[in-house]
């Protein structure tokens, strides 16, 4: 059957589901006799136009947040009432209401004129925390990520999100994390909705993310909302900024190895703006400085460009058109050249319906590609590969009533894989080799229900079913065990090769036990269709994507996750804890010696395994005042199991670290300087360490026993950061950041080798690698 | 293609020499001890003249290199054409067949070798055709100091069959404890330059330089290349290690393998 045929008897099928849960959902709804009327709107920056995310809103005592899109509506009984609008920094805004008719409140909020308050969480001083039945997640205010002292001084939020529970770095100076135990290619990292494949720049050390153009971040370890899926552990949803529809503003930094500037700016006054940002590395000018000639001549250096504009053609009609392109290249002159990057690009129409239904409708572009190229005599070759990624999505959020909030929706993802092709020349030593294309659709439908059912017990419920289909053209083998082709076909352009279906569950729910204290629970079921194959700790370039496909299942997790939330001292300070237990079907690593570069057979080479990876979580923070920040503990373990390794025995996973501190601590000294400082502590890695050795060849040769028997020394670290802030003046702003990584000069260990002695010959010995000793750094930034 | 994760490698170590003192250090770890492992080298060549079987004993990490030789073995090759050859003890814990014709294209050779109690056997076809070494050159290191000097291997591999080889590196007499293995997946049918990157040994001008080029099976040629995984985790951990898949059943260690062998020798310009 033509794809087209076979996507229309699918896609139906769970349309009408959603659309029966809808319409149960709304006649189950209690019908009033009293008149209700809806309040609803957008709340901004009264100076720039930016919108706020998660701005309060309360309507005499029922409150609610601005959604993703600073929109939000409250409905109640005809009356007056008082409108509140609250937002950290600003100054709040007070309306008195009639409410005899759905009403349209547009809010813009100014800055308070004093020296902002440094605050880790953007959203008023409440207790959204205790009341919302998310859980799991964890919001970065972009002032807090600005504050916190990085390596070399290049800010970053990936680093500063592996400072919280749960959530752990690669390694060490990486940006690739670990979330509740599952493996890097695990987190789906969305900006401005677009997925981004390969989130590092130079092999981790940075990340894609240039904090300049960021405005929000979000992190869901657990408790996944239903419009979120296609990856199992964790969403990182970034949002970029709007740009200022007011003035025009420029600013920048220039720091050790990399220099930014943003611009930012009205289209039209009030009506819409644009903001764009760009930075580089110049790592190659201490090349060029290089006495070595091969050195001299090399290429190293990554630039990324963030830009994004809208426009209001009304209240009601907001378009966006956001775009990121990344790059880095690297290269040894006259031996080889090699550059890879994303790109995305995200078109985005807000429409709001009435005061009570909110439509989003995205059109996605992403892609990420590498080329290598040699240039070496003989040996010259050229391989690229890429993935390219189209996407439509509609999400609706339909504001019922002040205790039903419901988000449905459709997503369509369209994959095209170029796993790699090589070309060379007739005197090289390559030939030309072309690995087929695969094409993947991955459809999805959800919808779920934010219920306040009573004053203390909230309920977010619903689910998201997900289909995956690959298609040809192309041949499909299958193997045996031993990686031999059993069967091969061959299929025609748009026939459907294999395809899944799955049904995932989702729910969260807490339970106040005074308005600053609840218990909450969540389970929640989440499929991955889209895979890496690699089990080396840092990104690299030319890191393989899969498919599921008819020789690989989805990957599956099931998560179960319980906490007690508490807040003290008029919602100062946050506590909390966690205790969550993850299941992991049809994990993927490759066998030994695998094959993977340029392998038309690389399903070949993989095996499959389950996981399982449980843990408790403890974080304090201080919210307020001029000291703040946060503690965080982790206690956990994560195991892996396949038949191959370690006799079908769980072993622990390469991520497994049992015990992983964190504490940050931002103090806000005067109105000039504040300072800052982060401390870390893990368990060493789990790391395979021979038990023996022996001679091949006459070559020392190490045998192995048990995979990840042994553990790496632990980590732990010191940090320290300072920030001036120039002497206020009307036309322009400046501060120099200042940061000392690794104060204590610990050298933690990168890597741990096995060799010949040198020194004492017969004898063999372990070496320890260590990246970083201690490391300052020193930013300007300015603003005009 | 194996030399571009090679090439990262060097670069990713050229960005932490640049940015920061990475630093490497002798530390003293508390590693586990496994038993004492059988482990079986055996070849049969398509040489006319001697083959040679070692058997030894893994030892502790800690333990000095000298690893205990296993003596009074019993070593049978079935020749796949019903002949069996005996293998006599010349030297505690080394092996000679001799004579011997030189094994013949194409032929599967069945080796069986009684340890005590326990017998340990395997398998090993000689490749159909012996693809010639053409020639060894040299040229100035692509990596690292350009004053020293890297060896490379031509040859014409033939366009038909599936070729696996293995490259045995000597400087002045001394083996370079480096694994160069490689099969065709890239280069089938080419006139194949093939530079053998490595850093054990520095090569001068002046030195001389030989290779032996083996054709190998599939099976050893994923042994040796499961064995080169080991060598090359380089910066950002390297593959996790793992033992490299032996032909031998009963868990002996090592390799059975019937290769053919050309070797070249130069002195470096």
Redesign the interface.
Known sequence: MPLIDKLFTYRPQYLNIVILLAFYLLISIPASAQKKFTVSGNVKDATTGEILIGATITLNKTSTSSNNYGFYSLTAPEGNYILTVTYVGYVPAVYTIALTENKVVDVGLSPKAELQEVVINAHARNNDNIVSPQMGVEKLDMSQINNVPVL?GERDILKTLSLLPGVKSA?EGNTGFYVRGGASDQNLILLDEATVYNASH??G?FSTFNSDAIKDVSLYKGGMPAQYGGRLSSVLDIKMDEGNNQNYVVQGGLGL?SSRIKVEGPIVKDKGSFMISARRTY?DL??KASS????KG?Q?YFYDINAKANYHFDDKNVLYLSGYFGKDV?G?KN??GTNWGNSTGTLRFNHIFNSKLFSNTSLIYSNYNYD?QSY?P??NFN?VSQITDLDFKEDLQYFVSNSHTIKFGVDALHHNLAPGS?TADAN????D?TIERRYGLETAAYISDEWHATDKLSLLYGFRLSDMFLFGPGTFSTYDAAGNTITSNTYNSGQIVKSYFNLEPRFSASYSLTPEASLKASYNRNTQNIHIIS????S?P?DLYVMSSNNIKPEIADQFSTGYFRNFNDNMFEFSTEVYYKWLENQIDYK??A?L???QDVESQLVYGTGRAYGIEFFLKKKYGKFNGWLGYTLSRIERKFAAINNGDYYPA?QDRTNDISAVGIYQFSKRWSFSSTFVYGTGNPV???????????????????????REPANNRLDLGATLEGKPHKKYHSSWTFGIYNVYDH?NP?????R??KTNP????????????R?PSVTWNFKF | MKSIKLKYGYIVAAIIVLTTASCQKVINLKLNNAPSQIVIEANITDQEGPQYVTITKSVPFTATDNFPTVTGAVITLNDGVGRQLHFNEVHPGLYILYPFQGGVYGRTYTITVKIGDTTYTAQSTMPTVSVPLDSITDKPNVFGKSSLRTITVNYQDPPDIANQYLFVLFVNSVEAGTIFTNDDSFTNGRYVKEDLFQTDIDIHPGDTASVNMQCIDKNIYQYWYTLSQQQTDGPGGGVTPSNPPSNFNNNALGYFSAHTITGKSIIVY
């Open positions: 070399l390694s130079l092999f050390f190895i790592l201490f090349l070595d000639s091969t050195v090399s190293l690297l040894l031996t080889f290598i070496l003989g040996n391989a090589i090289s030593s390559f030939n080799k089990n080396s700790t840092s690299t030319t030994n010696g094959q570069i340029l392998n390469t395979t360490y021979p038990n023996g050795k022996y001679e091949i060849n006459s070559l020392t040769t190490f045998y192995y026993s048990q995979r990840n028997a042994n050298r990168y890597a741990i080798t096995f010949d002695s017969g004898t063999t010995e372990a070496v320890e690698t260590s990246l970083f000793g490391v």
